[in-house]
């Protein structure tokens, strides 16, 4: 069975890090798109990063860009996503999904690209 779960989740100060992590089983990572969303209260759903099943083709939404960092761990069948320089406007439960083949590459996706989510990571950030 696919099943993905999310971890790292926590409170931080503006201007701090978090480490995300997203750990898959039932599937091999290479085989798909692996996409970090982000929902904060009332808010719509948002893309923020994704990286590809076959050569780690990564894409970052502008409001991360610079600030972001996503990878993948094959042997431990996980994607991190490494958050920097956190700001008010970046709390938000952050969930990880995936659904899509890795070819071809085609960024930015849809939330409905995706058939497979966790079920979400909280982050906070305090001022």
């Known amino acids: 069975q696919v099943q993905l779960v999310e971890s790292g989740g926590g409170l931080v100060q503006a201007g701090g890090s978090l480490r995300l992590s997203c750990t898959a089983s039932?599937?091999?990572?290479?085989?798909?798109?692996i996409d970090w969303f982000r929902q904060a209260p009332g808010k719509e759903r948002e893309e923020v990063a994704c990286?590809?099943?076959?050569?780690?083709?990564?894409y970052y939404a502008d409001s991360v860009k610079g600030r972001c960092t996503i990878s993948k761990d094959m042997s431990h069948n996980t994607v991190y996503l490494q958050m920097n320089n956190l700001k008010p406007d970046d709390p938000a439960v952050y969930y990880c999904?995936?659904?899509?083949?890795?070819?071809?590459?085609?960024?930015?996706?849809?939330?409905?690209?995706?058939?497979?989510w966790g079920e979400g990571t909280q982050v906070t950030v305090s001022s």
């Open positions: 039932g599937f091999g990572l290479e085989h798909f798109v």
């Open positions: 999904a995936t659904g899509v083949v890795a070819k071809p590459w085609a960024p930015p996706y849809r939330d409905d690209s995706y058939a497979y």
């Open positions: 990286v590809s099943g076959s050569d780690g083709s990564t």
